[in-house]
Structure formats: structure tokens, C-alpha cells
């Protein structure tokens, strides 16, 4: 008989919430292993997950087909006898697509608040997720569980700093957090933009975009944008001909640097490249030599 190993499958988060999943009562099992109809299994309609690559669930389906289910999913059993689960939603899905009429589980005794802060918690610890999914995940974790963020930090078994930052994302603007989910942006990108002041934020993320700036440039834009003083609106600046800045745009689409122009009182003008370093130097003399 092959012995269950104790802690496998809940991740250190879960276990530092809910502690060992050993039996405290010999009479009533905190955990048991079984084979679970597929049809009596039901999606957890709190769920953090919003969101399930198709053609990923495809190719676990296949490999289910050939292999099975490697890792039992985790559930939890209804009054109504049949269950919910707490992790293993992506699995179960698959599971489905190949045909299976059973899936191996881990049944846990859990009432409907530590059901919901287990599915939370696991959902954090993914690597698939998407970081604005894991914000909103620590948020509701957050509100939903009456945690503190250093609490939270601790349960998820991440740095403060890291929680901090995942949850400066949601303060961004939705056009910012639509490119992170979509992974226009990385976190890096999103990181830098939030540094920006909220109404630098959009047009920073239009830069970055439309430059694909690297991570290190768009922290050097973010590090210029906030050290740079807010100009006021002068007749100066609004009389500026659009062939300035139909310039700058054509400037910055052939070359990865960024351009300015300064127009002077007797209609002289200054053109200004920015530079990083010397590489940006050697990148800027290629893009020369390219287009002579």
C-alpha cells in the first residue's frame, strides 16, 4: 500500500494558513484521498481565476489522455454529498476534454471561509497567472480574509515589497493594467509606469508601446518624467507647429532613443537626443548607417 505523503499538492501558503493536514481528530479526518466522479465536482463560483488559456488546457487534455492526472486535485464535500474545489480547477476542466469519468482528490473537512481563503491563496501561489490576476487575488485576500498586507505577505510566502508592488498595479489606469493582462507591458514596465505621476501614466504606456521599450528605458523614462518639473501651459507651448511634433514621431519610429525640440523666442530650434549610455550611442550610429 503506497503511503500519502503529508504535505503534497497545498503549497507552503496553504499550510501556513491552515497548519498540517495530519488528522487533529482520529474520528473525523481534516483530509482523505479518493476517486471522485468527474460529474459530481463543481467549480468554485468564488474563484480568483478569471481566466483559462484554451489552447493550454488543450495540451493538458492530451497529456491527460496519455498519462492521466499526475496530481490529485483538492475539494470539498457539500452537504448535498457532492463537492467543491478548493485547487485543481484548470486539471478538473481538462479532465473533462479527455474523457475521464473520475479524477483522484484530496477531500479536506474546511468550512466555507477557509474554502474561500485556500482557493485565494492557491491561486496566488500559480505561475500562470497574469500579474494584475494575482493583485486582485491579493486584494480580495486582503478584504475578503482580513488579512494586513504584511500578513498576507507572509500566508503567500512573498516579500512585503513584492505584495506592495502588485498592489500599486490596481491604482494604475485600466488602459496600464489591460496591457499587463494581455502581455503587451511585462511587470517590470507596469512597475516603472507606476512610479510615474497618474497623468504621465497613459502617455508613458503609449511610448513604451509604440518604442518597445525595454525595461531598463522605460525605468529611465519613469526616473525622467518624475524628476522633470511640470511646465505650464504657456501661448509658447500651445503654438508649437504640428510639424514639430510629426517630426518627433518619425525621429522616434526609425530610432529607439527619445527626441525633443525646444523652440526659441526668435523661431530657432533645438533638437535633443536622449541617451542611456554608450549603447545607446552604438544603437543610434547602426540605425545611421542603415538608413543612409
Known sequence: MTTMPKKRGLGRGLDA??????????????????????????????????????????????????????????????????????????RWRASQRAGLETLPAYIREVDDENLHAMALVENIQRQDLNAIEIALGMQRLIDECGLTQEAMAEKVGKKRSTVSNYMRLLNLPSEVQLALKEGIITMGHAKAIAGIAPEEQLKALK?????????????????????????????????????????????????????????AKNGSCRITIECAGDQDIEQLINRLERVK
Not at 471522485?36 to 484554451?54: G, K, S, W
Not at 525605468?219 to 503654438?239: H, I, Q, V, W
Open 207 to 263: 511610448k513604451c508601446i509604440k518604442k518597445a521599450l525595454s525595461v531598463r528605458q522605460m525605468e529611465l523614462l519613469a526616473r525622467k518624467l518624475s524628476e522633470t518639473p511640470k511646465r505650464s501651459n504657456t501661448a509658447e507651448d500651445e503654438e508649437y507647429p504640428e510639424s514639430y511634433s510629426q517630426l518627433v514621431d518619425e525621429l522616434e519610429r526609425v530610432f529607439s532613443q527619445n527626441f525633443s525640440i525646444k523652440r
Open 17 to 90: 494558513i491552515f497548519g498540517d493536514i495530519t488528522p487533529t481528530q482520529q474520528s473525523k479526518p481534516m483530509s482523505e484521498m479518493a476517486e471522485v466522479a468527474i460529474a459530481d465536482i463543481f467549480p468554485n463560483p468564488l474563484q480568483p481565476r478569471t481566466e483559462f488559456d484554451e489552447e493550454a488546457l488543450t495540451e493538458l487534455a492530451d497529456s491527460i489522455s496519455q498519462l492521466g492526472v499526475i496530481q490529485p486535485i483538492t475539494l470539498k464535500r457539500r452537504n448535498d454529498g457532492k463537492y467543491t474545489i478548493i485547487s485543481g480547477e484548470r
